[in-house]
């Protein structure tokens, strides 16, 4: 069973980016297909962007689309994700997941193991 802990998150202006990882323990990285998600308060969860085993092949949520970037490293057992230009409405927790199902999913139901979270303010 692997385990995942974010880090990275933090207070940026609008704008500004903002790098977030999440590192894997208990468990070989390239077995899972990884995502990120975020949920804002009173929101429901939000797929951010996924990655394939291989990181060859990414998916991005509409939000996304433009301004991040997910990438993995799975020598170092760590996904990334790149964010720029940032605005308030990014401002959530943000989590990585992890699923053993054989595409990029983009429904939170689908991940099998999760971090806790790391939060990311954006201030206007």
């Known amino acids: 069973q692997v385990q995942l802990v974010e880090s990275g998150g933090g207070l940026v202006r609008t704008g500004g980016s903002l790098r977030v990882s999440c590192t894997a323990s208990g468990g070989a990285l390239i077995t899972y297909i990884m995502g990120w998600f975020r949920q804002a308060p009173g929101k429901e969860r939000e797929f951010v962007a996924g990655?394939?085993?291989?990181?060859?092949?990414?998916r991005y949520g509409e939000s996304a689309k433009g301004r991040f970037t997910i990438s993995r490293d799975n020598a170092k057992r760590t996904v990334y994700l790149q964010m720029r230009r940032l605005e308030p409405e990014d401002t959530a927790v943000y989590y990585c997941?992890?699923?053993?199902?054989?595409?990029?999913?983009?429904?939170?139901?689908?991940?099998?193991?999760w971090g806790q979270g790391t939060q990311v303010a954006v201030s206007s």
């Open positions: 990655i394939n085993r291989s990181g060859d092949s990414t």
């Open positions: 997941a992890a699923t053993s199902q054989w595409s990029i999913q983009t429904m939170a139901a689908q991940y099998n193991y």
